[in-house]
Nanobody
Framework: QVQLVESGGGLVQAGGSLRLSCAAS????????MGWFRQAPGQLREFVAG????????YYLDSVKGRFTISRDNDKNTVHLQINSLKPEDTANYYC?????????????WGQGTQVTVSS
């Protein structure tokens, strides 16, 4: 069982930056592929970024490439999402997940989410 707790969301002006963090419990953190999803009201949930267990492989949704950076610290059981050049369309609830990559990402565990609101 893995428990995930996100932090770092908030209200920011367009063009600003945020760093989302996710703290994971358990001793199997480094075995899990970690991913960030987001969901805006009335929108489908999107897989925006992911990182392999060793941190040597990453995935980004096309619309966030160059602005989002995912990283992890296996010694501290944390994963981060650095978001730069924020746009109003980035407004959403952001969820940290842990799972596995088998041709595509399959999340097994979800955090409660942290809200990001970008004002224009």
């Amino acid at each position: 069982q893995v428990q995930l707790v996100e932090s770092g969301g908030g209200l920011v002006q367009a063009g600003g930056s945020l760093r989302l963090s996710c703290a994971a419990s358990g001793r199997t953190f480094s075995r899990h592929y970690m991913g960030w999803f987001r969901q805006a009201p009335g929108q489908l949930r999107e897989f925006v970024a992911g990182i392999s267990g060793r941190g040597d492989s990453t995935y980004y949704l096309d619309s966030v490439k160059g602005r989002f950076t995912i990283s992890r610290d296996n010694d501290k059981n944390t994963v981060h999402l650095q978001i730069n050049s924020l746009k109003p369309e980035d407004t959403a609830n952001y969820y940290c997940t842990a799972g596995s990559w088998r041709g595509s990402y399959l999340p097994d565990y979800w955090g409660q989410g942290t809200q990001v609101t970008v004002s224009s």
